[in-house]
């Protein structure tokens, strides 16, 4: 069973600019949610989508959007580009129905901005 | 805010020794506790899990303990091995939300 996949692995920008992630879930997960992660500071909740609805959001500006395809692949968008940008962005997947599942994660994508 | 704290951003124990990984969370919603380990260039990978109806989960040698009146939980891996080496990370959830809750993260080092 494949696991999450996140394109590209590796990704270079500069400030100002805009990028978009990928990620393809665990087959028949229906839920998608995005994380960001810097040194020292764990794993930061971005935004959780399912059923192509975003359901849950966390604490980040405006600048960072998301969405879902009906095949639940997500992509997240950055605009305007800072150099705090750059992260570990991490995408994990889980059934999302009712009760406690573990989320699967992708191995990210490592955004640096110069 | 930080709901979910892991206050030792290390630990170094000997093969074959017990490793004890603690987390503090301060979210009374939270009922739904995981651990998670991270080796460098790739995702964190699901290792165990506990639900609030629980004191304790056990899987091999990995064993999770919630002590709920505390807002407290630790990982045992007993024995430990060199290949248990990598970040470790504890999150929560609450009532099935996606949105999970992250500690910082403790290296673990297991020597030989």
């Known amino acids: 069973k494949a696991g999450v996949t996140q394109t590209p692995r590796y990704l270079i920008k ?3 600019q805009q990028v978009t992630l990928s990620c393809s879930p665990i087959s028949g997960h229906r839920s998608v949610s995005w994380y960001q992660q810097t040194p020292g500071q764990g794993l930061q909740f971005l935004f959780e989508y399912f059923s192509e609805t975003q359901r849950n959001k966390g604490n980040f500006p405006g600048r960072f959007s998301g969405r879902q ?8 968008n950055v605009s305007t580009l800072e150099l705090g940008d750059s992260a570990l962005y991490l995408c994990a997947s889980s059934p999302g129905g009712l009760g406690n599942q573990p989320q699967h994660f992708g191995d990210g994508t490592r955004l640096s901005i110069l | 805010d930080q709901q979910v704290k892991q206050n030792s951003p290390s630990l170094s124990v000997q093969e074959g020794r017990i490793s004890i990984l603690n987390c503090d969370y301060t979210n009374s919603m939270f009922d739904y506790f995981l651990w998670y380990k991270k080796y460098p260039a790739e995702g ?29 939980l630790s990982l045992h891996i007993v024995p430990s091995q060199p290949g248990d080496s ?12 996606g949105d999970m809750r992250f500690g910082a993260g403790t290296r673990l080092t297991v020597k030989p």
Do not use: W
């Not at chain 2, 109806?53 to 807002?71: H, M, P």
């Open chain 2, 44 to 72: 964190p990978t699901f290792l165990i899990s506990i639900s609030s109806i629980k004191d304790k989960n056990e899987d091999g040698r990995f064993t999770v303990f919630l002590n709920k009146s505390a807002k407290h």
């Open chain 1, 14 to 16: 500069t400030r100002g």
């Open chain 1, 69 to 76: 395809f009906s095949n639940s692949r997500s992509e997240m």
């Open chain 2, 86 to 97: 990598a970040v470790y990370f504890c999150a929560a959830s609450a009532q099935g939300a």
